[in-house]
């Protein structure tokens, strides 16, 4: 088995998904990280996720990495677009793993369930699909990660038995990014806090 990534000292996980042992939870060794369980048959179930996911954005230390799957990556979505700035902000980025799984699952009833404002995510996010690059599927996927504001990458599959080492590579380098723009921001804060 391979190797867990270990995330950035300075970043906690918040995993989104119904199950509560996900495929994709063994690529990470984040000695912070907290589980959001994905319920949202009804009004109150979906809004008992969003106050789940205000506390266990607000409690984390320091900066989050939102990881969500399927259904779960659009309520995440829901989520960054309709809370309040403070707790938003302290988002450093999301993966989104396989937000639509099967052709015949329907995007528009979720995107009703989820109704919120179209505007990008207020961070930086990618969406790691399937392979198949020429399917329907591959096409609405490239279509909501655009509204979301998102990068897509395929072939980086949440199902697989083990880590890929592509998946590996490609959060790596998602993580080392997210870690690069917190830093340049708190740069920018401190030097507009020593003109004033």
């Known amino acids: 088995m391979a ?12 995993e989104i998904s119904a199950a509560a042992s996900a495929p994709w939870r063994d690529l990470f060794a984040a000695p912070r990280q907290e589980h959001v369980p994905y319920r949202a048959n009804t009004l109150a179930e979906r809004n008992l996720l969003g106050a789940r996911l205000d506390s266990a954005v ?7 990495l939102l990881v969500a799957e399927g259904a ?11 809370s309040p700035a403070p707790y938003v902000s302290r988002v450093a980025g999301a993966l989104f793993f396989d937000p639509i799984a099967q052709e015949e699952e329907s995007v528009e009833s979720l995107l009703d369930t989820f109704a919120s404002p179209r505007t990008r995510l207020p961070f930086p996010s990618i969406v790691l699909g399937r ?11 490239e279509a909501l990660a655009e509204g979301w504001g998102s990068g897509v990458i395929a072939g980086a599959r949440s199902d697989a038995p083990r880590p890929l080492r592509r998946t590996r590579g490609i959060i790596e380098r ?3 990014g997210v870690v690069a723009r917190e830093v340049r921001t708190g740069r920018a804060l401190m030097g507009r806090l020593r003109s004033v």
């Open 174 to 176: 998602f993580t080392a």
């Open 58 to 64: 607000t409690r984390a230390e320091g900066a989050v």
């Open 131 to 141: 392979d198949d690059r020429r399917s329907a599927l591959a096409a609405r996927v």
């Open 3 to 14: 190797t867990a990534l270990a995330l950035p000292g300075n970043l906690s996980l918040v």
């Open 72 to 82: 779960s990556c659009f309520a995440t979505a829901w989520w960054a677009r309709l």
